[in-house]
């Protein structure tokens, strides 16, 4: 059932290609990059946001990503920058004590972290520290799990298998932030302003099917549980969520959408 037990692989080969990347312009379009800017982007993992950033600012901008996975920012190190692009500097660094000096940022993303952060009020505050007066700051944070419809049919799965408890650790970790009017008083509690909420829908498509999908439960809370299960209860697992899949299978596909609020605001 699972392609890989390494996360880090899942999460690069599998989650961001699919995931991920088909919401870097709805973030960065927000946020209107000019040529020669400087952006940071906290939570970067294998740098998605990163290099569309650098291409968007050009050669004579300044990209640096910084993530608390120092494996992670190896994997956004190799690979390859578009020509034109401006350079990446990669820092490790949690997002509650970013490394970066006061004000050295025009622009400050981050995408699908916010939610992870143990203190999303001090990294919040971070953000702000090192933005610019007049910075830019923009946010991706998923909606509630119901509106990404095929991880909602997989937490319906983990409760029947494992329990109410996992199917709570599941929905807790991605969609754990889901109420924009707390988006909002986090944010403006840091000392941003004009701080908006978008909702935005993007389609998503597992073309290997459930499997696949299934697949990068070793990237969420409930890995450890998931590992520990026999070969019988792990095959009831991929079962389960096969027929809560099914409406949303097509042609061997899982085809549906994912829900996210952009948040920008400015310093």
Not at 62 to 69: F, H, N, R, Y
Not at 76 to 90: F, H, M, N, T, V
Not at 127 to 134: A, C, F, K, S
Not at 247 to 256: E, I, L, Q, R
Request: hydrophobic share 45%.
């Amino acid at each position: 059932m699972m392609v890989s037990t390494d996360p880090i692989k899942v999460y690069d080969d599998v989650l961001v290609p699919r995931l991920l990347e088909p919401w870097v312009a709805a973030l960065l379009d927000r946020l209107a990059l000019a040529r020669n800017e400087a952006l940071i982007d906290v939570a970067t993992g294998p740098g998605t946001v990163t290099r569309a950033a650098a291409e968007r600012v050009g050669p004579g901008g300044a990209v640096t990503g910084c993530d608390v996975s120092a494996e992670m920012l190896a994997v956004a190190a190799d690979k390859p920058l578009p020509a034109g692009s401006a350079a990446i500097e990669y820092e490790v660094c949690s997002a509650e004590t970013l490394t970066a000096a006061d004000r050295s940022f025009d622009v400050l993303t981050c995408q699908q972290g916010l939610q992870f952060f143990p203190d999303r009020a001090g990294a919040l505050a971070e953000m702000h520290r090192v933005l610019r007066p007049g910075g830019r700051l923009g946010l991706a944070v998923w909606c509630d799990v119901d509106q990404s419809p095929p991880f909602a049919a997989v937490a319906t799965a983990v409760d029947r298998v494992l329990g109410a408890g996992a199917g709570v650790a599941y929905r807790g970790g991605p969609w754990g932030l889901a109420d924009p009017e707390l988006l909002v008083a986090l944010v403006r509690g840091a000392g941003f302003r004009s701080v908006r909420v978008e909702r935005e829908v993007v389609p998503v498509v597992f073309e290997r099917g459930a499997s696949q999908l299934l697949s990068t439960l070793v990237c969420t809370p409930v890995a450890a549980q998931i590992a520990e299960l026999d070969s019988r209860n792990r095959r009831r697992l991929y079962d389960q969520c096969r027929r809560a899949l099914r409406p949303f299978t097509v042609d061997g596909a899982v085809v549906s959408e994912t829900a996210s609020h952009i948040v920008t605001a400015r310093k």
